[in-house]
């Protein structure tokens, strides 16, 4: 009872946490709220006067950062809307897979990054008329046997996650490698973890022109959907300025040179018309408050506990997410463990020759961030996987959490061991042990012993560190908890999933935690005697007569 006890207290307080963390991270949706009813801010900006945009930086021609400025179609065609409101616009770099809900929370006024209007997404944010359309451009390399779309029926596909090329990729029932980012795609093409690359057109094409001849922009179909800015939902008086400037410059040419600018030769179709082709500019009299500036704490109960997006997500979490992230975790722990007590033996040998390799190689594993080694070991030495068991990467990021993990438990062990008396191996050598097996029979197991919350500590970080192997590509069955949580908020722009991944380390971590320090507390005290009902217990003086005796005994015997 004691331990469900305290098993209920902690998922109390961090429900408190949660909800108190919640109540700050309104701020930015207060501030909108605050602020949109007065005069000088009508269209309920973070930040009266300016248009605060978030973006991406590296999907060129769209958007993307250059000289230290945020440029692309997308970008400059907001920046010339902008104008026309009298506003200034001012760019954030973040993910997308974060983008929506960060637009539906109030932290940024608008998103910009090619973003496909779908009727999940609409969920969340509200969107603009259309400013552009798109086609899926079929990456592949040079040679490949892939020359459409047709022939990626059970082939690796990279996409990138919460895109609309990754819901082509899933509506068509394709094997998607999700990766975070453009430049990860490429290293699946370049490494041979995927087959070919759906991207946006244009950056595709791009990408295959500056590959130096070992990438081909195979083929290309237009998107059914089209791209519009995303806004918080209900600031009406926004949506309806930026739909009114994007129609001014779509009037006076503005929007036709961009798009000779960033895609020279790109026939429009014509079934495509930007905007709404009508009206002008005119300032509103009053402003619709967004969703985000009402209720700040009902804003945030809606975008990180929506119970329908998480029960959504819950069967993928359970039946995917979980076992892979097991499996990850403890395969590479038992790794990491082996090799973390080999490093600990070494690094307190006698010969250099041992010491100084485990000491160069705790420095190097501890000091690099986890991310890094994980695309050190992954990415670099891809070919080589390949070549051994073909493009799964879980094999990779086994080596590489194990690596770190070895470095970690090694000086885990490593205090442990000399922790222990130099009694302890002293006796031991004195009764005929020799010098390893008093290391293995006596010293070690009690190092052991008393760095076991330590070690369970390292796990739990292991366990968390799991989730960098999305870094890596994965297929939709090879995703972990993390992975599963990400995809499900990129697509639907709702962070819910994301919070069920965290509910689904913390029903790992907190029971281990709690088991774990059971078993100290059980190897440090050893275990309780029970008392026999039967067995009479001898009172004080009859205890204290005993006593006597034996004295009078011994003393008799002394004298004898």
Do not use: C
């Amino acid at each position: 009872m004691t331990k469900v006890r305290r098993f209920f207290a902690a998922t109390i307080v961090l429900a408190a946490v949660l909800s108190f963390v919640a109540l700050i991270g309104g701020g930015p949706a207060m501030a909108a709220g605050s602020s949109s009813n007065s005069k000088d801010n009508p269209y309920g900006l973070v930040e009266p006067g300016v248009l605060l945009t978030g973006t991406l930086t590296d999907a060129p021609p769209n958007v993307y950062l250059k000289d230290g400025k945020f440029t692309g179609f997308d970008n400059d065609l907001l920046v010339a809307v902008a104008k026309k409101l009298n506003l200034k616009v001012e760019f954030v770099g973040t993910e997308f897979s974060s983008l929506l809900t960060q637009v539906a929370r109030g932290k940024f006024d608008v998103g910009s990054s090619s973003i496909s209007i779908t009727e999940e997404r609409k969920q969340t944010v509200d969107f603009t008329n259309r400013y552009d359309f798109g086609y899926l451009g079929l990456i592949a390399p040079a040679g490949s046997p892939v020359k459409s779309f047709n022939d990626l029926a059970g082939k690796r596909v990279a996409v990138v996650q919460g895109t609309v090329q990754d819901d082509y990729a899933t509506r068509k029932k394709l094997n998607p490698v999700r990766v975070n980012d453009y430049n990860a795609a490429l290293n699946q093409l370049r490494t041979g973890g995927a087959a070919a690359w759906i991207a946006p057109a244009e950056i595709g094409e791009k990408s295959a022109k500056e590959s130096g001849g070992k990438l081909a922009a195979v083929d290309s179909v237009l998107d059914p959907g089209g791209m519009a800015y995303a806004v918080a939902p209900g600031n009406n008086a926004l949506r309806e300025a930026l739909n009114k400037g994007l129609d001014e410059v779509i009037a006076d040419g503005t929007w036709l040179k961009l798009q000779k600018q960033y895609y020279p030769g790109r026939a429009i179709p014509k079934e495509f018309v930007p905007g709404s082709g009508k009206g002008s500019i005119e300032k509103p009299t009053s402003n619709r408050a967004s969703s985000a500036s009402g209720s700040s704490l009902g804003s945030v109960w809606s975008a990180f506990f929506d119970f329908n997006a998480m029960k959504k997500a819950f069967p993928d979490l359970l039946k995917v997410g979980l076992p892979n992230t097991l499996m990850l975790a403890v395969t590479s722990g038992v790794i990491g463990t082996i090799l973390g007590l080999l490093l600990a033996v070494a690094g307190l040998s006698r010969h250099r020759w041992l010491r100084w390799p485990a000491r160069v190689y705790t420095d190097i594993f501890r000091g690099l961030p986890a991310a890094v080694t994980i695309l050190l070991i992954g990415v670099g030495f891809a070919p080589l996987g390949i070549e051994l068991w073909g493009p799964n990467p879980y094999p990779l990021g086994i080596l590489a959490l194990s690596l770190i993990a070895s470095a970690y438990i090694g000086e885990i062990f490593r205090s442990g061991i000399q922790s222990v008396d130099k009694g302890q191996n002293e006796a031991a050598r004195a009764i005929g042990f020799s010098s390893g097996a008093s290391m293995r029979l006596v010293v070690i197991p009690q190092g052991i012993r008393r760095v076991l919350p330590a070690l369970v500590n390292q796990f739990i970080a292991l366990i968390k560190d799991s989730s960098l192997i999305y870094f890596l590509g994965l297929l939709a069955s090879q995703r972990e908890l993390f992975r599963i949580g990400a995809d499900a908020a990129a697509n639907s722009g709702n962070q819910s999933a994301l919070v069920l991944a965290g509910l689904f380390y913390l029903a790992i971590t907190v029971p281990l935690t709690h088991y774990v320090n059971h078993i100290d507390k059980r190897l440090r005290e050893g275990k309780p005697v029970k008392q026999d009902p039967d067995e009479q217990v001898p009172s004080g003086a009859e205890t204290r007569g005993i006593a006597d005796a034996t004295d009078s005994e011994t003393q008799k015997q002394v004298q004898a």
